[in-house]
């Protein structure tokens, strides 16, 4: 066992506390994860674990509510499972929301509360007063010299009458961002380092929330004040503040240096549990070195000298002020973050063949980026300046959801607003199921429960086996309210996903779909320790009151053996996840404040042949800084790149540990579909049909290389800052000042490796271009039916200008199969277009198709309209429209078979970027007055009615406008 080398106040030295916490917003992990990782922590050596999840309201908006009988069971099974693997569980309870410090009735409740968690097995604690109001109320002030003693008191009270146990203590100001004015100035810090007593330990976070390093001179002021080594609360992998970012790189800017400075460490990493085998395996390791293995030369010549020595190397070989690369191997005792993940890897993999079910939702909803990538002042930036609320008295969409803007971010928390029309307030469940006392509440306190931004949505994971019911979804409330070291800052939330369609059966080999008959959460599944009586019973609970004791039923199909379920499910070995995947999906996921080398080398080669494009250039105007086929040859690395990525995922995908395949699944799908799409814009270059000013068309002000790549990884920001990590990164990249809205799409209802692919259009694509024009003639429906006699004309008359005249700017999409399912047609022209229609297609088009001159009383078919329409009609630059050439014209189709609702957007955004680069700022839809379906998918594209013309002279077309 490491020992501290940090001495408490009678100078002997204690165990050093390493291990995890449970303290981020978003779904609790389940019983058998939390039993799962106390396996996983005693194999690695880990002592401690802390209960803090945010959505237990009985650990923070209620905690005067004792457990019932169920939760205790639950809570004390917990408990000795903790204890059965030689971990210390932390019981942490937060009251500091609405406590009277001086009322004697409010401290023996919190007594109570403790007494009965202890009477359950527990035998260490924590009190935690983070993102409170510091103001306390008028008798506190007359009992109180300061918010501090306050707390201190209690604390002290509260310790002693548990008889000393371990105790772990938060405080308000707890890191240096929120220090008030500093640390060493800080009358509230200096209260609890003098007062607080000596054998309680003291979380921090380090000199921001998530900071990027914590190092021993940052250690140094806060140690001298509190009088006591601190405990690290580290949010290094905590990802619940950007939906889009998940950390999967190990342990990293903290030398093991600091170990002897520290009372221990705690990580709080990822809300996915499956996602945290790295972040969990590397702070092991590391809190059993001595040397930092990323510094060239350690303190200890001895040391380095003793290094080299174990690894051949003699002190000649490397230079001194070059931090040298990882080698393949080093002394137990020296710890590297490279290493540490390859390690951390090799005991990763073998989990993926293990079968473990899947719990909660597939995915969180998206966010978009900042509008324009410029980055936000984070000086004390530990709240964010917007907080979402609502009524956890009925279920609200997402839609509804408020948003209020608050003044810029400060130390001291905004509070939750009250909804605006206010109801009385019924009895409230907390996250077990239960029904609380309205009476145990202060006076005049409305129920808030904290939980996440990123659930406030109705998408839910409904999954099944062939043959068995699906679980039917039910609706989640939530409402925020800041939290313990918080980095949930995030209030926004996407179009809740429609979970009422069905599990799609198994698709061909290439489209890979995990099924299960797992549960999401139900009464029946979370709070029933025996079925209930007759099938019916009263407990008729929302999920949203049900989610913190999960656990799942036991089912001999979860017990199935590797072998079992791939000859069942016809899972080949080969196309399993290897190393090598799993290390590339670490480095495109990896740590807030950096990329992994992956990472980098994508974002590099891109942005290397995007800005050098030039030289396949058409018209002979070539870049001249590089060669024609050094370009090819990167481009080809590039796209082999991508071809490793989407190896991954389909390995991910095919993995029958369902658990990890859900929690990783919308990151990459995410990124796969922004990886597919720069591939199909670098394709399109090197056609070389664009401007020959295409530079200053597509550099961007704020991307990876303007500017955010030193602010990122320099760690003077808080992480959330930089929105959306490598995808986001790779999106700014794209040359659309103004397509944010291009990114937020829905992701799929259930894990898929199919990602379609948008290619440039080829001549030999023209038939299937017709046949998709007409199936989708109709208002996005099939017109085959009638025109059997003249299946081309639909084709010809909507697409057959674009395809004839502005081919170099078509795109079409493609399935796995390689069936061409939808097409996007652009041209830069609108002006220009419309004089080659009337000049040369239509013309021709009258000629092949004759008018038709209909008999006395005989009506039109649809095939003889359409043809007539050829001769009736010339097209026509929309009136008023300013500076006509300096528009362009957009066509879109896409079979309505495809279910993927990112592909519209994502071919929308290639064609933007296309145009740009051809030097066209702004585009033009026609749509037909009648087709609302078409209109809405342009709606839903960012387009919007022209102001200058909104209609043609007939009133039948619609023009419809975006600018990027």
């Known amino acids: 066992m490491v020992e501290t080398g940090a001495e408490d106040g009678e100078g002997s030295c204690r165990p050093f506390l390493c291990g995890v916490v449970e303290g981020f917003y978003g779904r609790p992990w389940t019983l058998s994860q939390r039993k799962h990782l106390f396996e996983k922590m005693q194999s690695w050596g880990m002592t401690s674990y802390l209960y803090a999840p945010k959505d237990d309201c009985k650990h923070r908006a209620f905690w005067r509510e004792l457990y019932t009988v169920e939760e205790a069971e639950h809570l004390q099974s917990l408990i000795s499972a903790a204890h059965e693997c030689n971990v210390d569980f932390f019981y942490a309870i937060s009251p500091g929301l609405d406590i009277t410090y001086s009322n004697s009735k409010e401290i023996s409740t919190l007594k109570r509360k403790l007494d009965q968690v202890a009477q359950l097995g527990c035998k260490s604690f924590a009190l935690l007063f983070d993102d409170i109001e510091a103001e306390m109320s008028k008798p506190d002030k007359e009992a109180f010299q300061s918010f501090a003693h306050a707390q201190v008191s209690v604390t002290n009270e509260v310790y002693q009458h548990l008889g000393q146990p371990n105790f772990l203590f938060c405080p308000t100001q707890y890191c240096t961002a929120r220090a008030v004015p500093t640390i060493a100035t800080s009358e509230y810090l200096k209260t609890i380092g003098s007062k607080l007593a000596l054998d309680i330990d003291i979380m921090w976070t380090g000199d921001k929330v998530i900071p990027k390093e914590i190092t021993v001179t940052s250690l140094q002021p806060i140690t001298q004040v509190l009088k006591r080594a601190p405990v690290i609360w580290d949010n290094e992998h905590a990802n619940d503040y950007d939906q889009r970012r998940l950390y999967l790189g190990p342990y990293s800017g903290r030398s093991p240096d600091i170990i002897p400075k520290l009372r221990g460490v705690l990580t709080n990493p990822n809300c996915e549990y499956g996602a945290n085998f790295v972040a969990v395996h590397s702070l092991a390791a590391w809190s059993k070195c001595t040397v930092d293995g990323c510094s060239s030369l350690s303190g200890n010549d001895a040391v380095s000298a003793d290094i080299k020595l174990e690894l051949g190397t003699n002190s000649g070989d490397a230079c001194e002020n070059v931090v040298p690369p990882p080698p393949d191997k080093l002394p137990p005792h020296v710890y590297h973050p490279r290493i540490a993940l390859k390690s951390a890897i090799s005991e990763w993999i073998p989990e993926f063949s293990k079968v473990r079910p899947v719990w909660g939702p597939i995915s969180k909803p ?418 085959t039916d009638y025109y059997t006699s003249h299946p081309r004309l639909v084709g010809e008359k909507s697409i057959g200008p674009f395809i004839n005249f502005y081919g170099h700017l078509g795109f079409v999409f493609e399935n796995p199969e390689g069936d061409v399912v939808g097409y996007v047609f652009s041209a830069p022209n609108i002006k220009e277009f419309y004089q080659r229609v009337s000049l040369a297609w239509l013309p021709e088009m009258r000629s092949k198709y004759e008018k038709v001159v209909p008999g006395e009383g005989e009506l039109l078919t649809p095939c003889e309209t359409t043809i007539n329409g050829l001769h009736e009609s010339e097209p026509e630059v929309p009136p008023g429209l300013e500076s006509p050439d300096t528009w362009a014209i957009i066509r879109m189709a896409c079979l309505p078979s495809v279910s993927d609702s990112s592909l519209s957007k994502r071919s929308a955004m290639l064609s933007l970027a296309c145009l740009r680069t051809s030097g066209v700022l702004r585009v033009i839809a026609e749509v037909p007055k009648k087709e609302k379906y078409v209109q809405e998918l342009y709606t839903k594209l960012g387009f919007t009615t022209l102001a200058e013309s909104p209609c043609d002279a007939t009133g039948e077309i619609y023009y419809y406008s975006r600018g990027y």
């Not at 956890?392 to 509804?400: D, F, G, K, V």
């Not at 949203?544 to 080949?572: G, R, V």
């Open 366 to 783: 998206q966010i978009g980026l900042n509008p324009t990538g410029i980055l936000q002042p984070s000086v004390n930036t530990c709240m964010t300046s917007t907080t979402t609320t609502s009524s956890i008295n009925s279920l609200l969409p997402a839609a509804s959801v408020t948003e209020r803007t608050s003044a810029p971010p400060s130390p001291k928390p905004d509070t939750v607003s009250e909804p605006q029309n206010s109801v009385p307030t019924p009895p409230v469940s907390n996250s077990f199921g239960n029904v609380l006392n309205p009476s145990l509440m202060c006076p005049g306190t409305t129920p808030l429960l904290p939980v996440m931004n990123s659930l406030v949505s109705t998408h839910q994971v409904v999954m099944e086996r062939p043959g068995h019911e699906v679980t039917s979804p039910i609706v989640e409330t939530k409402v925020v309210q800041p939290e313990p070291m918080e980095t949930n800052l995030d209030p926004e939330v996407a179009t809740p996903l429609d979970t009422s369609s069905e599990t799609s059966p198994t698709t061909k080999q290439t489209d890979v779909v995990m099924e299960s008959n797992t549960n999401p959460p139900t009464p029946a599944s979370i709070m029933q320790v025996e079925p209930p009586d007759g099938g019916g019973g009263s407990c008729c609970l929302s999920k949203a009151e049900s989610t913190t004791m999960l656990f799942e039923p036991t089912s001999p199909e979860l017990n199935l053996k590797k072998e079992e379920y791939d000859e069942e499910n016809h899972i080949d070995d080969p196309d399993a996840l290897t190393t090598y995947d799993l290390e590339l999906i670490c480095d495109l996921f990896y740590l807030p404040c950096e990329h992994g080398p992956k990472a980098i080398e994508i974002l590099t080669e891109f942005y290397w042949l995007k800005t050098h494009a030039g030289v396949m250039l058409k018209s002979g105007e070539a870049d001249g800084e590089v060669e024609r086929e050094e370009w090819e040859t990167r481009k080809a690395m590039f796209n082999n790149l991508v071809r490793d990525i989407k190896k991954a995922f389909d390995g991910l995908c095919s993995s029958v540990n369902r658990e990890v395949v859900y929690n990783l699944y919308t990151y990459v799908w995410d990124l796969v579909g922004v990886l597919f799409l720069l591939e199909s814009y670098i394709d399109w270059l090197a056609l070389g049909h664009f401007s020959p000013k295409y530079k200053q068309l597509i550099i961007g002000r704020h991307t990876w290389f303007s500017g955010v790549r030193e602010a990122f990884q320099s760690g003077d920001h808080e992480p959330w800052v930089f929105r959306g990590g490598l995808t986001a990164d790779l999106q700014r990249l794209m040359p659309v000042d103004s397509g944010n809205d291009l990114f937020m799409y829905l992701y799929p209802d259930h894990p898929t490796n199919v990602v379609f692919k948008i290619r440039p259009f080829k001549p030999q694509d023209e038939d299937a271009c017709y046949r998709i024009s007409l199936q989708t003639w109709e208002d996005g429906m099939d017109a």
